[in-house]
């Protein structure tokens, strides 16, 4: 990747995809600044790693190297306003100024892009993949969306692999600049309607990823999905899913905390596969993950290593305590179909507990789009706590929220409203065996003050 350029400057450096990108970067012996509203876990690890940061919109706090328009590159996420003084600055002044999504698609084009898309499993089944082939002879490198258990990290660097895995981003139409080799998609279940409008322009965006697909690459796509792919001449389309597809599992085996069963592909099938992180969607994630790794040259045994090896991804179903009397995880759900499959596979764990979830909501768009869907999602637990909306980028919206939610939860539910700043008082009384905690806002912040008082 050679920009020619000596200094790269991340306007929201803080970003889960931008984090990554930095830290590409600051492997490559650049000069690394960044500018984010506030200092985080990712922020203080990349200062650790020496990327120059600073938590103040502030023309006069860009470092020296990144203030010159013919060696400084600068990078921005969509979520930032349009009225941001540094955007300003760079923009007023001539500098190169690209999206993440552009310099991942520059990477495709340098690198056998292995990209995962998807409503939602993507960052799992993206990881799981990274991780297979990173632990194989093909090995990788891969840009992902969380931060992995195996690598402490979001980014991984090879010196030799021809491969790049990807998480492939639909939010603001980010995956039309990437060319893959290989694609996952998970799921097209309408989401970012702030964006798209309607569902069918949320369709068409995937149609449109399809075509990018390099000739003679390859499409995975979920089975049931809605869209229609569009690939170029030369690309060989398999179908997966848990129990049909050209990739598929049969004689699924679940219960004393483990999960077992074979994959069935038309490269070649392995027996005796078990999950690392053992939780039903996972099944799902993985044939996916092990499709790509598959593709790319990863041996039958490496695999079956690999997939016990998984230890999981920050966020997405993350056991923070697993005693026999208490159970706590966190996940980052926060779409009503991800709710369901959450739900569902925790309610298969542990049939028979009393299990309480505690949803934090995100965005005040989403909320209004999809409050029927969150409530019917959330119904399925006997004992539901609603806290406030995150609004993350946006404004409120007039007679939006949490209470959407909490109104049409089913008549048998008991359930409680909370602010954020309740939720530890309600964790206190530990009237429940099992606790999960969702949503991909500021309630993960809460997450080692909970797992405290629990232990």
């Given at each position: 990747?050679?920009?020619?350029?000596?200094?790269?400057?991340?306007?929201?450096?803080?970003?889960?995809?931008?984090?990554?990108?930095?830290?590409?970067?600051?492997?490559?012996?650049?000069?690394?600044?960044?500018?984010?509203?506030?200092?985080?876990?990712?922020?203080?690890?990349?200062?650790?790693?020496?990327?120059?940061?600073?938590?103040?919109?502030?023309?006069?706090?860009?470092?020296?190297?990144?203030?010159?328009?013919?060696?400084?590159?600068?990078?921005?996420?969509?979520?930032?306003?349009?009225?941001?003084?540094?955007?300003?600055?760079f923009r007023d002044n001539g500098f190169d100024i690209q999206?993440?999504?552009?310099?991942?698609?520059?990477?495709?084009?340098?690198?056998?892009?292995?990209?995962?898309?998807?409503?939602?499993?993507?960052?799992?089944?993206?990881?799981?993949?990274a991780h297979l082939l990173h632990q194989s002879h093909v090995?990788?490198?891969?840009?992902?969306?969380?931060?992995?258990?195996?690598?402490?990290?979001?980014?991984?660097?090879?010196?030799?692999?021809?491969?790049?895995?990807?998480?492939?981003?639909?939010?603001?139409?980010?995956?039309?600049?990437?060319?893959?080799?290989?694609?996952?998609?998970?799921?097209?279940?309408?989401?970012?309607?702030?964006?798209?409008?309607?569902?069918?322009?949320?369709?068409?965006?995937?149609?449109?990823?399809?075509?990018?697909?390099?000739?003679?690459?390859?499409?995975?796509?979920?089975?049931?999905?809605?869209?229609?792919?569009?690939?170029?001449?030369?690309?060989?389309?398999?179908?997966?899913?848990?129990?049909?597809?050209?990739?598929?599992?049969?004689?699924?085996?679940?219960?004393?905390?483990?999960?077992?069963?074979?994959?069935?592909?038309?490269?070649?099938?392995?027996?005796?596969?078990?999950?690392?992180?053992?939780?039903?969607?996972?099944?799902?994630?993985?044939?996916?993950?092990?499709?790509?790794?598959?593709?790319?040259?990863?041996?039958?045994?490496?695999?079956?290593?690999?997939?016990?090896?998984?230890?999981?991804?920050?966020?997405?179903?993350?056991?923070?305590?697993?005693?026999?009397?208490?159970?706590?995880?966190?996940?980052?759900?926060?779409?009503?179909?991800?709710?369901?499959?959450?739900?569902?596979?925790?309610?298969?764990?542990?049939?028979?507990?009393?299990?309480?979830?505690?949803?934090?909501?995100?965005?005040?768009?989403?909320?209004?789009?999809?409050?029927?869907d969150f409530a019917n999602a959330l119904s399925q637990l006997?004992?539901?706590?609603?806290?406030?909306?995150?609004?993350?980028?946006?404004?409120?919206?007039?007679?939006?929220?949490?209470?959407?939610?909490?109104?049409?939860?089913?008549?048998?539910?008991?359930?409680?409203?909370?602010?954020?700043?309740?939720?530890?008082?309600?964790?206190?009384?530990?009237?429940?065996?099992?606790?999960?905690?969702?949503?991909?806002?500021?309630?993960?912040?809460?997450?080692?003050?909970?797992?405290?008082?629990?232990?």
């Amino acid at each position: 990747m050679d920009y020619k350029m000596k200094a790269v400057y991340f306007v929201g450096i803080g970003g889960i995809g931008m984090s990554a990108i930095a830290r590409y970067f600051l492997n490559t012996g650049l000069t690394v600044g960044g500018y984010d509203k506030t200092p985080s876990p990712l922020t203080n690890a990349l200062e650790k790693e020496g990327a120059l940061i600073h938590y103040e919109d502030n023309v006069s706090l860009i470092p020296q190297a990144c203030k010159d328009n013919k060696e400084c590159l600068v990078i921005y996420t969509p979520a930032i306003p349009a009225t941001h003084t540094e955007m300003k600055f760079f923009r007023d002044n001539g500098f190169d100024i690209q999206k993440r999504a552009q310099v991942l698609g520059t990477l495709t084009r340098s690198l056998k892009g292995l990209c995962v898309a998807g409503t939602h499993g993507k960052t799992t089944t993206s990881s799981m993949a990274a991780h297979l082939l990173h632990q194989s002879h093909v090995d990788c490198n891969a840009f992902l969306g969380g931060i992995t258990k195996n690598y402490g990290t979001n980014y991984i660097l090879s010196k030799q692999s021809p491969f790049v895995v990807i998480e492939a981003d639909e939010f603001d139409r980010s995956f039309h600049w990437l060319t893959p080799w290989a694609t996952v998609i998970t799921s097209t279940d309408a989401d970012h309607l702030d964006i798209y409008g309607t569902e069918e322009a949320y369709l068409e965006s995937f149609s449109k990823y399809t075509s990018l697909i390099l000739p003679n690459g390859y499409l995975i796509l979920h089975t049931g999905l809605k869209m229609k792919p569009d690939t170029q001449k030369g690309v060989t389309t398999y179908t997966y899913s848990i129990d049909k597809g050209d990739f598929h599992a049969e004689n699924v085996k679940i219960g004393n905390g483990r999960i077992t069963f074979d994959f069935v592909s038309p490269l070649g099938n392995i027996r005796d596969i078990e999950l690392g992180v053992p939780v039903k969607v996972n099944i799902d994630n993985g044939i996916g993950a092990m499709a790509l790794a598959q593709i790319a040259g990863a041996t039958e045994e490496e695999i079956r290593r690999g997939m016990l090896s998984f230890g999981g991804v920050d966020r997405r179903f993350d056991f923070r305590i697993r005693r026999d009397d208490m159970v706590y995880l966190s996940d980052y759900a926060h779409h009503p179909e991800e709710i369901r499959q959450s739900l569902a596979s925790i309610k298969q764990l542990y049939e028979g507990r009393h299990i309480r979830v505690i949803f934090q909501p995100h965005l005040y768009t989403r909320t209004r789009d999809f409050y029927m869907d969150f409530a019917n999602a959330l119904s399925q637990l006997d004992d539901v706590v609603i806290a406030d909306i995150y609004p993350a980028r946006e404004e409120p919206i007039p007679g939006v929220t949490s209470d959407l939610i909490y109104d049409n939860l089913a008549k048998n539910v008991n359930k409680q409203k909370c602010s954020k700043d309740e939720i530890l008082d309600i964790v206190r009384k530990k009237d429940f065996d099992v606790l999960v905690t969702l949503g991909a806002g500021d309630i993960e912040d809460l997450s080692g003050e909970i797992a405290k008082i629990l232990e």
